[in-house]
């Protein structure tokens, strides 16, 4: 199994920036995607972005120009830098993978962490 980890999670003003963590460790053969999703009181969880292991990443629109997806894959953790925050930001966000365990004969598995929460106000 794979166990995630988020980090970095608090209270801040608008305008202003947070950078979330996620380390992800268990038996892990390969970790595939990575992704950050949130979700709002009242809304369905909603997508943030996503990374592949090779880098490419692509963002909602809600978040493109201000979220920064990036992903250490040596320490099998990915960052969520956001920037310019709004209070309409304001959630809990999860951050989910697609991986292999044991030998790489598995199916890739879907995992979430247990979420962290975000509030922006003033």
């Known amino acids: 199994q794979v166990q995630l980890v988020e980090s970095g999670g608090g209270l801040v003003q608008p305008g202003g920036s947070l950078r979330l963590s996620c380390v992800a460790s268990g038996d892990i053969y390969r970790i595939y995607a990575m992704g950050w999703y949130r979700q709002a009181p009242g809304k369905q969880r909603e997508l943030v972005g996503t990374?592949?292991?090779?880098?490419?990443?692509n963002y909602a629109d809600a978040v493109k120009g201000r979220f920064t997806i990036s992903r250490d894959n040596a320490k099998n953790t990915e960052y969520l830098q956001m920037n310019s925050l709004k209070p309409e930001d304001t959630a809990v966000y999860y951050c989910?993978?697609?991986?292999?365990?044991?030998?790489?004969?598995?199916?890739?598995?879907?995992?979430w962490g247990q979420g962290t929460q975000v509030t922006v106000s003033s």
């Open positions: 990374t592949t292991n090779s880098g490419s990443t």
């Open positions: 989910n993978v697609g991986a292999r365990t044991g030998w790489g004969m598995s199916p890739i598995g879907n995992y």
